[in-house]
């Protein structure tokens, strides 16, 4: 599996994907002057699936996030200035640890929604800090801004090939208030975007050029210059837009984070009491708020609310918000025109922003529950995602995905976060793929799987529960990295906030813990080498154990744990079935009872299934090494090793916000260049900088 780096781009190949790379090499993808790679919460909400047709390229091929999609899955980096090489692990054991973990201050916790953002400043390397221009990430703290708390942080040095210290603070801000939602980055990387609340219902645009200098306890304090002197201000520098409804009067923003239009140079970000507020020239000309085209527009005047993170689709045109109340809007971009969906979430209200198909004019919305108690168990209502065209018509409901129960009120459920596409999904040219989102918010966390088909949603498929208690869950990540050279190239990212069930998680009721899991897809008339995993479509784990090519058509796969698929049917490629994707996989005890199709992880780190069930002996056995046959004789059990574990985990205290992607490089450059990031939402030890909300780089196929 080589992810959709090697497959065909469909409709448009050949003279089209050269234009492509012409067109990225030569920074034109994202505005004037040099660009790079910007990698925040939005490019988890603008996402597209592969052009097929004339009208469809045309609609995408000048999108700046298309091509900073295409960029990201297709581009092999390298890493400028590496003393060393490293490796990944493959399996996250008990000593499990991030590659750093980085103090941002005590109880410093932006919200579990939220993403930090990460810049690149080459599309085809990675640098460290002797680079002119360095890569780097930001992280907001959630912290009120002081002379001894920053509330926005940036990191650069961040690859464990860089020399000196691992990562260093690049800058750190005192920026006058406390930011809860996701920080943005600029097309050419030079300003971050963010808002930021005084603490007493007054919120702020605050655009800011970053220049190195403080700590996360020694910040450096930013004065605000006007809008009008900003542009020509000497970093570091800022300048502050309050968020101020029709009559003047300032409103609030702690759920809504702010969505660039690099190409048009706007902002668009909610507020309360249902405001939704654009901005204009915010990082090429003179940053001022729109007052005209309808904007700022008050999305529901009857029963106004908090709005969440607006997402816009430059194909259509449209802003696509939810609200607290449970209600989904699109709003025309050039007219400020609102139609408003029928309510379809009685829970906590929409706070994720929605996910929006450019390609295939498809929107995907995470509703809590859908008040309804007729579709899941008992008499509770559901989790569910609903999918709209991106012109909807006024009070529709779209159709509906139900993905575990929740809770009636006058209960609350848990929110219910986004969720992310597979790379069968991108390479697509009809929409087909799989949608993963962690669903049942009215109880243990569980990662759900739903089939798309040509761009309608099938019946999901329940995976694994990442929690042992109800407990809230985050956004969920899917990436797939062309280039890797282990075993697996396709993860699913997520995070339980208490009693994770990862090997790796803490112990006890305040074992919050991120996860991932394999998800890479089968592939058709592929070469499948001894060791590689695929998750089938019953949500199981497949391992290759003789190599070979696959057939043309999905074989149909063994259900039963430590089973054998031949794969076509005559032909020499084999798998074994390692079970469900599970968070959890058991150690090896003596003298126990076990079960046909339990099992364990062995001392040398493989999954061994029970195929004869039995009482194990008094001291372990000698673990066959090789996958599948022949087994392990011990006591009474027969054991057969199905290959590494297809998860791994990392404790983090309260949970993880959302969770983005580093660089992807290829066999033989630098370990540590093709990682994670993510804020914990608690206080633990932060490596060795201290107790706190910690910042984390962990590697995509370990957590380690």
């Known amino acids: ?107 410093a916790n932006a919200g579990a929604g939220v993403y930090p953002a990460k810049y690149s400043f080459q599309i085809n390397s990675a640098t460290c800090a002797s680079g002119t221009t360095p890569d780097y990430v930001v992280f907001s703290t959630g912290l009120v801004g002081s002379s001894s708390h920053a509330s926005i942080v940036g990191f650069d040095n961040l690859y464990s090939g860089c020399s000196g210290n691992v990562p260093t603070v690049y800058w750190a801000f005192n920026t006058g208030g406390k930011i809860l939602t996701s920080p943005t980055i600029s097309g050419n990387g030079q300003q971050v975007a963010f808002v930021q609340t005084n603490g007493v219902g007054l919120a702020s645009l605050v655009l800011l050029k970053f220049a190195a200098g403080g700590t996360a306890s020694s910040p450096v304090p930013l004065t605000a210059v006007s809008n009008a002197s900003y542009r020509n201000c000497t970093a570091p520098c800022m300048t502050k837009l309050d968020l101020r409804d029709t009559s003047g009067v300032q409103v609030d923003d702690t759920t809504s984070s702010v969505f660039p239009d690099y190409t048009m140079d706007v902002i668009y970000v ?46 259509s045109g449209n802003i696509f918000v939810g609200d607290a109340g449970g209600f989904f809007y699109r709003v025309n971009s050039t007219t400020g025109g609102v139609t408003a969906s029928k309510e379809v979430d009685f829970g906590t209200g929409l ?139 396709e993860w699913i990212y997520a995070s339980a906030q208490a009693s994770g069930l990862g090997n790796s998680c803490a112990s006890g009721s305040g074992g919050g813990c991120a996860m991932n899991f394999v998800s890479t897809p089968w592939q058709p008339s592929h070469v499948y080498t001894v060791g590689q995993q695929i998750l089938d479509t019953h949500f199981q784990i497949q391992t290759c154990r003789i190599t070979g090519t696959s057939g043309t058509v999905h074989p149909g796969w063994a259900t039963t744990i430590g089973g054998s698929t031949s794969d076509p049917v005559a032909g020499a490629l084999r798998w074994v079935n390692q079970g469900p994707q599970s968070a959890f996989h058991g150690t090896w005890l003596a003298g126990h009872a076990y079960a046909l199709g339990d099992s364990i992880i062995d001392s040398n780190g493989n999954v061994q299934v029970v195929r004869t069930a039995g009482t194990s002996a008094a001291t372990p056995p000698v673990w066959q090494t090789t996958i599948f046959t022949p087994t392990t004789v011990d006591g009474g059990v027969r054991w057969r090793n199905a290959g590494l574990p297809a998860t791994a985990s990392l404790a983090a205290a309260g949970g993880t916000g959302g969770i983005i992607i580093d660089n992807v490089v290829g066999s033989g450059t630098l370990g540590g260049a093709s990682q994670i990031y993510f804020s914990t939402q608690s206080d633990q030890a932060c490596g060795t900088t201290g107790t706190g909300g910690c910042a984390v780089q962990a590697s995509q196929a370990a957590l380690q």
């Open 270 to 315: 909610g507020g309360t009491r249902s405001w939704l507020f654009k901005f204009t020239g915010v990082f090429r000309g003179t940053p001022a708020p729109a007052t005209t085209g309808g904007f700022p527009v008050e999305v529901n005047p009857t029963n106004p609310t908090t709005l969440g993170s607006p997402v816009l689709d430059t194909s």
């Open 1 to 107: 599996m080589k992810g959709i780096g090697a497959r065909s781009l469909g409709y448009f190949s050949g003279v089209f994907t050269l234009v492509a790379l012409a067109w990225i090499l030569t920074g034109q993808a994202a505005g004037p002057g040099h660009e790079g790679i910007p990698m925040d919460w939005s490019h988890h909400h603008v996402i597209f699936s592969q052009p097929s047709t004339n009208a469809q390229a045309a609609l995408v091929m000048h999108a700046p996030r298309y091509w900073q999609q295409w960029n990201r899955e297709h581009l092999v980096r390298t890493v400028s200035g590496a003393v060393g090489l490293t490796a990944d692990g493959l399996f996250a054991t008990a000593a499990s640890r991030a590659d750093w973990s980085e103090n941002l201050g005590s109880g």
């Open 351 to 489: 706070i994720a922003g929605p996910i929006v198909d450019s390609t295939a004019a498809k929107v995907y919305v995470f509703a809590s529950s859908d008040g309804t108690t007729t579709t899941c168990p008992g008499t509770q209502p559901c989790s569910a995602v609903y999918q709209f065209d991106t012109s909807f018509a006024a009070n529709t409901a779209g159709t509906k995905a139900v993905v575990g129960t929740s809770v009636a009120f006058p209960s609350s459920p848990n929110p219910m976060f986004e969720g992310a596409f597979d790379s069968s999904y991108y390479a697509s040219g009809n929409a087909t793929g799989n949608l993963y989102v962690c669903g049942n918010t009215g109880g243990a966390p569980t990662l759900y799987r739903i089939p798309v088909n040509a761009g309608t949603m099938g019946t999901p498929v329940a995976g694994p529960a990442l929690s042992s208690v109800t407990t809230g869950c985050s956004p969920v990540t899917d990436f797939s990295n062309p280039n890797v050279s282990t075993i697996t190239s």
